[in-house]
C-alpha cells in the first residue's frame, strides 16, 4: 500500500509540474537533435512545446488513474 500512496504522488507531482519537465526535456532534445544533424544523423525535428507539455501531463494523469484503481482494488 505505501508505495501505490508513493506512485500516486509521484502522478500528481509530473501532473503538477509538466510544464517544467517538458521545457527542461524539449530543451535538451532540441540540442540534441541539433548535434546529431551537424555529425550528419537524419532525424525529424524534436516535438513542439506544447505537445510535449500535453504529454506529461497525460502521463501524470494516467499514473494517477493507475493508481487509483490499485488503491480501489486493495481497499475492497
Known amino acids: 500500500m ?3 500512496i ?3 504522488l509521484l502522478g500528481l507531482l509530473i501532473a503538477a509540474c509538466h510544464r517544467r519537465i517538458a521545457d527542461f526535456i524539449i530543451e535538451r ?9 551537424q ?3 537524419p532525424l525529424p525535428p524534436a516535438l ?3 505537445t510535449a507539455r500535453n504529454l ?5 494523469i494516467f499514473i494517477v488513474v493507475v493508481e487509483l484503481l490499485r488503491l480501489y482494488q486493495i481497499a475492497h
Request: aromatic share 8%; hydrophobic share 40%; net charge positive.
Open 2 to 4: 505505501p508505495l501505490e
Open 56 to 60: 506529461y501531463f497525460c502521463v501524470g
Open 29 to 37: 532534445e532540441r540540442s540534441l537533435v541539433l548535434v546529431l544533424r
Open 39 to 41: 555529425r550528419g544523423v
Open 48 to 50: 513542439s512545446t506544447e
Open 6 to 8: 508513493a506512485r500516486l
